[in-house]
């Protein structure tokens, strides 16, 4: 009989990610190709040529690696920035003449439910509810949903913000004191909201609290001294607010060019570092959470989860 292959493709505003795994899930390869898609883009909502060739390029190697590796299904998404940018639609139609991969582009809901999936191997047994927030190039996504193995949304909301987009959008490639306040305003009002409407309140002391995305691994990787950007290591490690805070507290007060020497966060994303970490705190003040666990796995994951779920049940 032929093993089936499966692969999942993740386009954010920042980077691409290719998860290829067997039919019982277990991973053969990974890559993850920096594309800054987003770089630029604010200004006219549309990718700029540049960024249209890295995010191409990155497909032409995906396509190669798939190949290599006998994928027989896959399923690649696009998220906020292939969402806002107006030559969004020319582009996905590149990539699939270009590198034959058909590129769909989902909505702010579809792309909580697949990070909730992918995010819950972080979270079982933890609490009977959970939190999950997904800090994107473009947008970042809150969900609260059921602990379980098929969890049940219960409010999820996509806020059109991101460390990309919002850096951009004001200003904050050096962390402004008065930049910085205008975006947590911009997003604490969509938390705040996030919390009626989910009414979190009822929640309280029965949810943990799961965050994906590179932001809070670099983070985690921060406070506990690694050395170097780790995300393997820092991978569903909980730690407590506090923790962050500190290490926020002296992101702040660091210069473009003193985050790009840091091994914690680099040249490239120096200039995207200090609106994340600003969205990033606004969202944990916001909900009012005392701890969270960082998360690597995300919408990637729930993709290849339910690749192998649909394999099982046509065997």
Known sequence: MTQNVFAAIDLGTQSNRLLIADENGKELYKDIITTRLGEGMYAQMKFTPEAVERGINSF???AEDMKKFGVTKYRAIATAACRMASNGPDFVKAVEEISGIKLEVIDGYEEARLNLKGALVNAKGK??????????GGSTEITLATNEEDPKILHTVSIPWGARNASEA???????????????KEVAGYVADFCEKSNLSAYKDKVCCVATSSTPLRLISWVENYGDYDRERADGIEEKIAGFDSVIAEINAMSREALAKSPYVGEKRSYIFQAATVIFKTIYDGL???KL?????????????????????TH
Not at 170 to 184: C, G, I, Q
Not at 293 to 312: F, P, Q, R, Y
């Open 60 to 62: 032409k190697k995906f």
């Open 127 to 136: 609490a009977p509810y959970v939190l999950v927030y997904d800090l994107g």
């Open 170 to 184: 004001f200003d904050l490639a050096e962390y402004v004191p008065e930049n910085a306040d205008k975006l947590r």
């Open 288 to 290: 009012g959470v005392q």
């Open 293 to 313: 666990t960082a998360s690597l796995k995300s919408a990637k994951d729930g993709i290849i989860e339910e690749l192998v779920e649909e394999n099982g049940k």
